[in-house]
């Protein structure tokens, strides 16, 4: 017979708890031979299209010559197991469809943290989850980061079948963790790639860290001045306290303290001084100073205006450059030679009229050679 050579065909199929299943059983050919489902217990769930069994969460999905299709739904942890179909034939003949049932990890849990921790204190965080089957993976974050370095416990369940999984993280903590978020993320394969998370939110507290930032950089006599005390700590430091060269402010009146800010109304030379801002909570203190050295408004302005020093240089340079010029033009003329006649050779000063001393000139430059002299 055609069916003799056949064997009914079956897949394992694999479900989350709760959900259902489908179990499906085929043969290519058939004539008109009978298809059975039954459970581990070997007990028959259908025959045919014909329901053996008294459960609800059975139900018929398909029944022919070819194929016989039943749903399993609510499915719990204890349908896990080898299912069969059968073909009645002479001898009959089986296969097997092993039904895989997921535990869904409970929500996981974080443990260990109480508010508030001190800077510098070690933290211990235990993350928990039970109910999974197989046992569920977990993993931390913080800030979004992985954090690699951590216990790993898994436990077996009363119910022999499903884990609860533990994992504990250890780290000390500084005032940079304030603020920050801690996640236990649970992954498991009967979460659909949706992983389970648990978030604790870390409230760290920590002395303050002081910084004083003044209004202006270039403080001028005449001008206000405002001082801000820029404190950042858990709890938060309030009020501040400001003091000058180690004593309390000496001119209330000008010196005017409002919150974090000290207000410095027109600045004079007396004002110089070193400045401390302190602020102290709970856990403790800290402080930072400034130096105050208040400005000429002049000086700084003619910082501000031409450079002086600059002008004056080239106005030097201009002057060497001129004296030197004249200098050589000086020598250049003297190495020319130059001939002149000497009051003797003029004769006219000691001529008694002025008759005598055209005489005397004109007889002069006859003997002109022999009174030469020479400039260098």
Known sequence: LGSQGQFPLTQNVTVVEGGTAIL????????????????????????????????NRIELVRASWHELSISVSDVSLSDEGQYTCSLFTMPVKTSKAYLTVLGVPEKPQISGFSSPVMEGDLMQLTCKTSGSKPAADIRWFKNDKEIKDVKYLKEEDANRKTFTVSSTLDFRVDRSDDGVAVICR?????????????????????????????????????????????????????????????????DPDRMVVSGRELNILFLNKTDNGTYRCEATNTIGQSSAEYVLIVHDPNALAGQNGPDHALIGGIVAVVVFVTLCSIFLLGRYLARHKGTYLTNEAKGAEDAPDADTAIINAEGSQVNAEEKKEYFI
């Open 186 to 250: 649970v992954d498991h394969e009967s979460l659909n790639a949706t992983p389970q998370v648990a978030m604790q939110v870390l409230e760290i507290h920590y002395t303050p860290s002081v910084k004083i930032i003044p209004s202006t950089p270039f403080p001028q006599e005449g001008q206000p001045l405002i001082l801000t005390c820029e404190s950042k700590g858990k709890p938060l430091p309030e009020p501040v306290l400001w003091t000058k060269d180690g004593g309390e402010l000496p």
């Open 24 to 55: 499906t059983c085929r043969v290519d050919q058939n004539d008109n031979t009978s298809l059975q489902w039954s459970n581990p217990a070997q007990q028959t769930l259908y025959f045919d299209d014909k329901k053996a069994l008294r459960d």
